[in-house]
């Protein structure tokens, strides 16, 4: 239950067109800890309990561990999530053999668009769209954990 990921900063919405889906999502951490991140995500009409360890030297891998649980049970434990609860859309990108998720986040962190592609290994290539920029892989400001606690706006 390795999961493999980079992230990008996004350039413009032009990526919107390109979208198959798109979803609201909103959630929350239970524990924000990076040895131990525990979430809260209603995504859809779907609800999940997520935990993540902590990842690798170079940010690209970490455990994650993901349960599907019922909407209802999400909303009773939301209320007991630390401060600030991340909301976003999350569109959908097909390219090539993989899809990017692209978030784009609103509340404090409105501003802010996030790339993200998920690998099998962390050497595989992928194709990049031009609407890609800086790769912030590692760079634990953009975890939504953190973002959670030092909003984008607060930068």
């Not at 919405?13 to 889906?21: S, V, Y």
Request: hydrophobic share 30%; with cysteine; proline share 3%.
């Amino acid at each position: 239950m390795i999961e493999i990921e980079r992230k990008f900063l996004v350039t413009s919405e032009t990526f919107k067109n390109e979208a198959q889906k798109s979803t609201l999502i909103k959630q929350g951490f239970l524990n924000t800890d990076p040895a131990r991140t525990v979430r809260i995500r209603i995504k859809g009409k779907y609800a999940f309990i997520t935990v993540k360890g902590i990842g690798n030297t170079s940010g690209t891998s970490r455990f994650e561990w993901e349960k599907e649980i019922d909407v209802s049970e999400a909303e009773q434990l939301m209320p007991l999530c630390e401060k600030g609860i991340i909301e976003k859309i999350r569109y959908e990108i097909p390219l090539g053999n993989h899809t990017y998720e692209v978030d784009e986040f609103f509340g404090e962190n409105k501003g802010l668009i996030i790339a993200e592609i998920e690998l099998d290994n962390e050497n595989e290539t992928f194709l990049k769209p031009d609407w890609l920029e800086k790769e912030v892989t590692g760079d634990r400001r953009y975890y939504n954990s953190q973002l959670s606690k030092k909003p984008y706006k607060t930068w």
